[in-house]
């Protein structure tokens, strides 16, 4: 119930391409889904965030889609470049904290 | 200006040593947090302390020990260190620590248990 499972655990995106990195959850009280990005040997960093009571987000090129009787989101890279190569991580958070639980990870390479 | 800081990067030791991970914020947040990222990249939060008081605690073995002298700094005190333990450890800060606020993530220290 307290886990969120990401896919793909990698992802080859040529430039220009769209990137698309999928998760899911059970626990329906959830009500917070950050995605973070993390460089390599960087911390992570929180790239777009969305609530459940909305079923887009949009921020320059990136955008969370979320449904919420699938108890599933989304994170799409738009006009992907190779400067977005780096490790997505979803997350999600229990409700009354501010504890992040994170999916697996995805690996995403964005070839030239 | 660094806003998360961690001392040190690397940490290379024997078995059975005592060790800390040094941590501070200047964002003036109130909420402090330890991750632990495995060597499958998997993040897992290990404590989190408000104003000094443990908040979270993620059943994580006694033989860590967060301390937090003051709201800016969060150390972490690894006593007889285990293979296991070898991991990139993230220190994280929040204003607050309310669900929505950003938690801002320092650089790492690669822990490697010999």
């Known amino acids: 119930q307290q886990q969120v499972k990401q896919s793909p655990q990698s992802l080859i995106v040529q430039k220009g391409g769209i990137s698309i990195i999928n998760c899911a959850y059970e626990n329906t009280a959830f009500d917070y889904f950050p995605w973070y990005q993390q460089f390599p040997g960087k911390g992570p960093a929180l790239l777009i965030a969305?609530?459940?009571?909305?079923s887009e987000k949009k921020e320059g090129r990136f955008t969370i889609s979320f449904n919420k009787s699938a108890k599933q989101f989304s994170l799409h890279i738009m006009d992907s470049q190779p400067g977005d190569s780096a490790t997505y991580f979803c997350?999600?958070?229990?409700?009354?904290?501010?504890?992040?639980?994170f999916g697996t990870g995805t690996r995403l390479q964005v070839f030239p | 200006d660094t806003a998360v800081s961690q001392t040190p990067k690397y940490l290379v030791t024997q078995m059975g040593n005592d060790k800390s991970i040094k941590c501070e914020q200047n964002l003036g947040h109130d909420t402090m947090y330890w991750y632990k990222q495995d060597s499958k990249k998997f993040l897992k939060i290990m404590f989190s302390?408000?104003?000094?008081?443990?908040?979270i605690n993620e059943t994580v073995p006694n033989r860590f020990s967060p301390k937090s002298p003051d709201k800016a700094h969060l150390n972490l005190h690894i006593n007889s260190l285990e293979l296991g333990d070898s991991a990139v450890y993230f220190c994280?800060?929040?204003?607050?620590?309310?669900?929505?606020?950003?938690?801002?993530f320092g650089p790492g220290t690669r822990l490697t248990v010999l």
């Open positions: 302390y408000n104003n000094k008081e443990l908040i």
């Open positions: 997350a999600a958070t229990p409700p009354g904290t501010d504890k992040l639980i």
């Open positions: 969305i609530r459940p009571d909305v």
């Open positions: 994280a800060s929040s204003l607050q620590g309310l669900i929505g606020n950003e938690q801002f």
